[in-house]
């Protein structure tokens, strides 16, 4: 008889602490691109990167006007020059084309320095508000639903509401 109440008082210990460790797990969700550009200083982030990128886009106008004006006088005189005087600017043509390809890639890159640099604050400023109510409702996980492909998830575990009142934002 004795026996039998230990295993069955050892069986409830470990169906309880089973449950137990089930109920400390709780999940949440929030987007936070969505909540970033919810941000007032997001507004003044994408100005910035505006004004930013204007420069190259306007840097490869002007590169394409020259394209442009140089290979139509190509093709209005290239009947009557002689052939090392057509391959050179055909050559010069394909400089023209080079440089703004190698342009590009470059302003790409330092555009998206220059916003990684600048949404940064704003990043940690979000993941700190994240983490603050996440540990206020108790929150073992939170998954970012805008990288993760969620299949199910009820509406009260979405953080958004939390975290936009945690960070002032109506």
Known sequence: ????????????????????AKAQTKIGYINLNALIGLMPEAKTVKSQLDIYSKQFTDQLAAMQTELQTKGTEFQKTQATMNEATRSAKQAELQDIQKRMQDYNTTAQQKFDEKSNELIKPLSDKAHTAVEAVAKEKGYTYVLDSGQTALVVAPPGDDMMEAVKAKLGIK
């Open 1 to 20: 008889m004795k026996k039998l109440f230990k295993v069955a008082l050892v069986a409830v210990c470990l169906l309880s602490v089973g449950n137990f």
